[in-house]
């Protein structure tokens, strides 16, 4: 158990679904279709309605280190004590996968049983998780509707795909009405890596290396389209949390879209308020686990758009050591406490309403 007394709020944790969570919560008449995973041949198949959705290699990378606290808040408490992390943001695991599924009626009682399940089995700690509910993206009304749903079940937090489905923009007016809502409850929109798209799109030399870039390189899009669409503008409340795409890249995509706003400025639609790179480095936050870069960005992009995140229990995630990676992270980075502070753990806490309190001290130990 960790004795530094600094507050760390992962910003990007994830829990385990029960095996059987869609073929029992689901209605009857779709359970058959049901989202799932299952070992075939080395494999961890992640398949739903009769098709394969997206496979891995069953690896080793977890033996040494076993994670128990997938779907248990108690066993998780556990894990958190020995991970020195006092607070967590909660994504799906298998759940991100509802998003592939093609049917738009099964991918949505897909989420709807997620979010259920999730406030469920951690609503009761809001002192300690802030569960992320999964938001459809095929049609406004039915995204607002289901915002308004879990927002009476307790959600202070949502997620949309990083890439929507086909034939649907972030650059449009089309989710305003979204977008309001969110800025209306002072809820930040999550767009998750992965969430939305294949995450496997080469397989020749170096697909491992190139796939995972693919996925940052998705999200610096999606900002993009939120920034220079307008959506961001028009509704200057409103906050986005891009995850686990790193943060130093969030300096070279303002400086380039000043660069462009301006010399362009005769092309430029919608003609937005302010400078892009004002508009990214206010609304737009950004998690890292790894990334030394971002901090010695500071005195450009101020400090408010950096979020630190574990990614537990994923085998790329620094669980069970993030208090060693927080120091060697920050280590000779020179920021003031009070900086350093909000991007372990503060900035988060009060976007989400939380007061930061180590979880040793929550639970009394």
């Known amino acids: 158990m960790s004795r530094d007394p600094r507050f760390v709020f992962s910003m990007d944790s994830h829990v385990v679904e029960p095996r059987g969570l869609w073929q029992e919560g689901l209605p009857p008449a779709l359970r058959d279709r049901a989202l799932r995973a299952e070992r075939r041949e080395g494999y961890l198949v992640m398949t739903a309605d009769g098709q394969d959705l997206h496979r891995m290699q069953v690896g080793d990378g977890n033996s040494d280190n076993p994670r128990i606290g997938g779907t248990n808040p108690a066993l998780r408490f556990q894990d958190m004590q020995r991970d020195g992390i006092d607070a967590e943001l909660l994504f799906p695991n298998l759940g991100m996968m509802c998003y592939a599924i093609d049917d738009a009626e099964l991918s949505f009682a897909c989420m709807q049983v997620y979010n259920d399940w999730l406030m469920q089995q951690f609503g009761a700690h809001a002192d300690t998780f802030v569960p992320c509910a999964v938001l459809p993206m095929r049609d406004a009304g039915q995204t607002l509707e289901e915002f308004q749903r879990v927002v009476g079940l307790g959600y202070r937090a949502v997620m949309l795909p990083t890439l929507p489905p086909l034939g649907l923009r972030y650059n449009t007016k089309d989710f305003d009405r979204v977008w309001a809502y969110a800025q209306q409850q002072n809820i930040p929109l999550a767009f998750h890596v992965a969430s939305g798209l294949t995450p496997i799109t080469e397989r020749g030399p170096g697909a491992a290396i190139i796939n995972y870039m693919r996925l940052g390189f998705a999200t610096e899009e999606l900002v993009t389209y939120m920034v220079a669409g307008g959506a961001l503008d028009r509704h200057p409340g409103l906050t986005m949390v891009v995850i686990e795409a790193g943060a130093s890249w969030m300096v070279a995509l303002g400086e380039r879209l000043d660069e462009v706003n301006e010399a362009h400025q005769y092309y430029i639609k919608p003609k937005l308020s302010r400078k892009p790179s004002e508009i990214l480095y206010r609304q737009v936050k950004a998690t890292f686990q790894f990334d030394r870069a971002c901090l010695q960005t500071i005195p450009m992009t101020g ?63």
């Open 303 to 365: 400090h408010e758009c950096l979020l630190w995140a574990s990614d537990y229990p994923h085998m790329e995630g620094t669980f069970p050591r993030s208090r060693q990676v927080i120091d060697e992270v920050f280590g000779g980075a020179g920021l003031a406490p009070d900086i350093e502070a909000d991007i372990l753990g503060g900035t988060a806490a009060r976007l989400y309403g939380m007061v930061p309190r180590r979880l040793a001290d929550k639970l009394g130990a």
